[in-house]
């Protein structure tokens, strides 16, 4: 009889112990995720990468997200389909708006920020972002499979963050705020507006151009707090400032959001989720190049 109580309580301290290495944490390393995946069957891994890149190798357990299935058709690029739209696929995939979810992508750090923002926007409350990084994953011994995982479908309530996202007429009235730093965290040819693609024809008024790598690491992975600040106070973006993030359709942004709002603890940070797309959609819209 002690013998039975005796492993119950070590089974709850170690299940407590699994349950608090995932709390209030913003970000995974291999080495964790690892003990996750042999302990923690409660929460929910998304490869949000296309799903022929899914069907080849993705983390054993995970689903298939792919961040292009949230967009809508249409003529400007990248812009989000309806928040029913949005819930009803996450329901189907079998995530609720309260589940624990683990994202990753490709290891830039740019596609599972950008499905992280738009959980978050929905109402998400628990969701962690895992680097992606071979050598490490490897080292942990994370299991791999070609073998695609279904849930079970269930129900994504939908709870809209409206403070996380600033709309095109918003940004028109506040673009000649001096009050507001505006970065545009694409590459430098396309804030130019000299792009091979030919899809920019320069940057918003006022922007500041910050490409998105400057918060992440040589290996993709977020700087430190204290590193991030450090190099956005290099482009006017401090904390006490209003700071508004965009890119071509949001995918770059993402990263920034992340590493401003999240990490560095700036209170008072945006992102343009319909991006220089939309906003150079409309002809009365001025582009300075």
């Known amino acids: 009889m002690k013998s039975t109580i005796k492993q119950l309580i070590l089974l709850f301290a170690f299940t407590t112990f699994s349950t608090s290495l995932l709390a209030h944490v913003l970000t995974i390393d291999a080495k964790t995720l690892s003990t996750e995946l042999k302990t923690n069957k409660s929460m929910i891994i998304i490869d949000v990468q296309a799903a022929d890149v899914y069907n080849k190798q993705h983390i054993q357990g995970a689903i298939n997200i792919p961040h292009k299935s949230l967009y809508k058709d249409g003529p400007v690029e990248g812009q989000f389909k309806s928040n029913e739209e949005l819930a009803a696929i996450f329901s189907e995939k079998g995530v609720?708006?309260?589940?624990?979810?683990?994202?990753?992508?490709?290891?830039?750090?740019?596609?599972?920020?950008?499905?992280?923002?738009?959980?978050?926007?929905?109402?998400?409350?628990?969701?962690?972002?895992?680097?992606?990084?071979?050598?490490?994953?490897?080292?942990?011994?994370?299991?791999?499979?070609?073998?695609?995982?279904?849930?079970?479908?269930?129900?994504?309530?939908?709870?809209?963050?409206?403070?996380?996202?600033?709309?095109?007429?918003?940004?028109?009235?506040?673009?000649?705020?001096?009050?507001?730093?505006?970065?545009?965290n694409r590459e430098q040819d396309e804030y130019n507006g000299v792009d091979k693609a030919n899809k920019s024809k320069g940057h918003l008024p006022g922007a500041v151009f910050m490409n998105f790598k400057e918060i992440l690491n040589a290996n993709g992975s977020f700087k430190t707090k204290e590193e991030i600040t450090e190099v956005a106070a290099k482009f006017g973006a401090t904390p006490e400032k209003n700071i508004i993030v965009y890119c071509q359709t949001g995918i770059k942004a993402a990263p920034v959001y992340v590493a401003l709002k999240e990490i560095a603890g700036f209170n008072n940070v945006k992102l343009y989720a319909g991006a220089y797309a939309e906003w150079a959609s409309m002809n009365d819209n001025p582009i300075v190049k």
Do not use: C
Request: no cysteine; glycine share 4%; proline share 3%.
């Open 96 to 184: 609720s708006n309260t589940s624990k979810i683990i994202l990753y992508d490709d290891g830039s750090q740019k596609y599972n920020s950008r499905v992280w923002w738009i959980l978050n926007y929905l109402g998400a409350t628990d969701i962690i972002l895992f680097h992606k990084e071979s050598t490490q994953m490897e080292s942990a011994r994370i299991p791999m499979t070609a073998t695609p995982t279904k849930l079970k479908a269930t129900t994504f309530e939908v709870n809209v963050n409206p403070e996380m996202n600033i709309d095109m007429a918003s940004l028109k009235n506040a673009i000649n705020d001096a009050g507001i730093v505006l970065l545009d």
